[in-house]
């Protein structure tokens, strides 16, 4: 979700392992530098998996210079002045901590000890004001919530939301990463095949049960948010997600009457306007208009359809909202990223 400057994104990463397989993970290591003509200073630096392997698996010890583990190419290092950890919060760092030292300048880095802070790629940062305004709160609220590659942690230090509120703000926002009700899995669970190739499809009547679990499951979120009272903004923002929900369940209901009659007009209505993406109106109108008429290839043509729900489109005022929200509110955003 893209946000404005002006609203805290925290780069997160948890602590877990690090695995073989994974030359771009790493572990923050606490180090000594000694330089050529400088005063020796002590900090962190990330070591990455690849360097191991390129020593043949070979890990270094504590108090061992680490300076032959680095590849050729490597001219520079990273160094980390300070690692911050905030009671029931990941370590990380402060934005601007992190100081690129040239290897020529360094006689030697030794280890003094390993971390259990790991990752992949980048570490988790935040702004010296964010790190002021989380330590100076007398207590905070935080709510997690999962993507596609990453993990965001909402944290709320402020009283004007209460935490039913609040957990309700983030638990019901929508999630473009969110699996959902979903017809193909409804028929996965009561054992219910799907095979292309080979022709292997539900029959109608499994097809029906279906679409009444999926319309079940979207109105009870229809229902969750349909009193939303909290402020004019979360209230404008969730009357929008109740339009894309009934979108979607249009999208689906026209899918079934398309199913159980052969009538395709209304749909093919549907998808060409602005309800869907429009790149692909012409992709999904050919594909029902050279379907051919008999229940086995309309099956087909459901199953195709029901897979291409994401051209359902998601209003942009959504990301918007959201994003004045969660300014409104002083809410801080910590992405954390999964290896």
């Given at each position: 979700m893209k946000l404005p400057s002006f609203i805290v994104v925290i780069l997160i990463l948890f602590t877990h392992s690090i695995f073989a397989d994974c030359p771009h993970c790493f572990t923050v290591i606490?180090?000594?530098?000694?330089?050529?003509?400088?005063?020796?200073e002590v900090g962190y630096l990330k070591f990455y998996r690849s360097y191991e392997i390129n020593q043949n698996d070979n890990r270094p010890k504590e108090h061992e210079n680490l300076i032959r583990y680095f590849p050729e190419t490597l001219d520079t290092i990273q160094f980390i002045d300070t690692i911050y950890k905030i009671k029931d919060l990941p370590s990380?760092?402060?934005?601007?901590?992190?100081?690129?030292?040239?290897?020529?300048?360094?006689?030697?880095?030794?280890?003094?000890e390993w971390t259990n802070i790991t990752g992949a790629c980048e570490l988790?940062?935040?702004?010296?004001?964010?790190?002021?305004?989380?330590?100076?709160?007398?207590?905070?609220?935080?709510?997690?919530?999962?993507?596609?590659?990453?993990?965001?942690?909402?944290?709320?230090?402020?009283?004007?939301?209460?935490?039913?509120e609040f957990n309700f703000l983030i638990e019901k926002s929508y999630n473009y990463a969110e699996a959902g009700p979903s017809v193909i899995t409804f028929l996965n669970s009561k054992g219910i095949?799907?095979?292309?190739?080979?022709?292997?499809?539900?029959?109608?009547?499994d097809m029906n049960l279906a679409f009444e679990y999926y319309f079940g499951q979207i109105d009870e979120k229809l229902k969750s948010i349909s009193d939303v009272n909290i402020s004019n903004n979360v209230n404008e923002y969730f009357d929008l997600l109740k339009k894309y929900y009934q979108k979607k369940k249009d999208y689906y209901s026209l899918i079934q009457e398309y199913l159980n009659s052969g009538e395709s007009q209304s749909l093919i209505d549907f998808l060409n306007t602005d309800?869907?993406?429009?790149?692909?109106?012409?992709?999904?109108?050919?594909?029902?208009?050279?379907?051919?008429?008999?229940e086995v290839e309309r099956i087909r043509t459901v199953i195709y359809l029901i897979k291409k729900e994401y051209i359902v489109k998601v209003d942009p005022r959504l990301e918007e909202?959201?994003?004045r929200i969660v300014d409104d509110y002083n809410i801080i955003i910590l992405s954390v990223s999964w290896d």
């Amino acid at each position: 979700m893209k946000l404005p400057s002006f609203i805290v994104v925290i780069l997160i990463l948890f602590t877990h392992s690090i695995f073989a397989d994974c030359p771009h993970c790493f572990t923050v290591i606490k180090v000594k530098i000694t330089y050529y003509n400088e005063v020796p200073e002590v900090g962190y630096l990330k070591f990455y998996r690849s360097y191991e392997i390129n020593q043949n698996d070979n890990r270094p010890k504590e108090h061992e210079n680490l300076i032959r583990y680095f590849p050729e190419t490597l001219d520079t290092i990273q160094f980390i002045d300070t690692i911050y950890k905030i009671k029931d919060l990941p370590s990380f760092i402060e934005n601007k901590s992190i100081r690129k030292i040239a290897l020529k300048k360094i006689q030697a880095i030794y280890i003094i000890e390993w971390t259990n802070i790991t990752g992949a790629c980048e570490l988790p940062n935040l702004t010296h004001e964010s790190i002021q305004k989380l330590t100076s709160c007398k207590s905070f609220i935080s709510k997690l919530k999962s993507f596609n590659v990453h993990d965001e942690i909402y944290i709320y230090t402020d009283t004007i939301l209460d935490t039913k509120e609040f957990n309700f703000l983030i638990e019901k926002s929508y999630n473009y990463a969110e699996a959902g009700p979903s017809v193909i899995t409804f028929l996965n669970s009561k054992g219910i095949k799907i095979n292309e190739n080979k022709n292997i499809f539900p029959s109608e009547r499994d097809m029906n049960l279906a679409f009444e679990y999926y319309f079940g499951q979207i109105d009870e979120k229809l229902k969750s948010i349909s009193d939303v009272n909290i402020s004019n903004n979360v209230n404008e923002y969730f009357d929008l997600l109740k339009k894309y929900y009934q979108k979607k369940k249009d999208y689906y209901s026209l899918i079934q009457e398309y199913l159980n009659s052969g009538e395709s007009q209304s749909l093919i209505d549907f998808l060409n306007t602005d309800n869907i993406y429009s790149y692909y109106n012409s992709e999904l109108t050919n594909k029902i208009s050279n379907t051919q008429d008999n229940e086995v290839e309309r099956i087909r043509t459901v199953i195709y359809l029901i897979k291409k729900e994401y051209i359902v489109k998601v209003d942009p005022r959504l990301e918007e909202l959201f994003s004045r929200i969660v300014d409104d509110y002083n809410i801080i955003i910590l992405s954390v990223s999964w290896d």
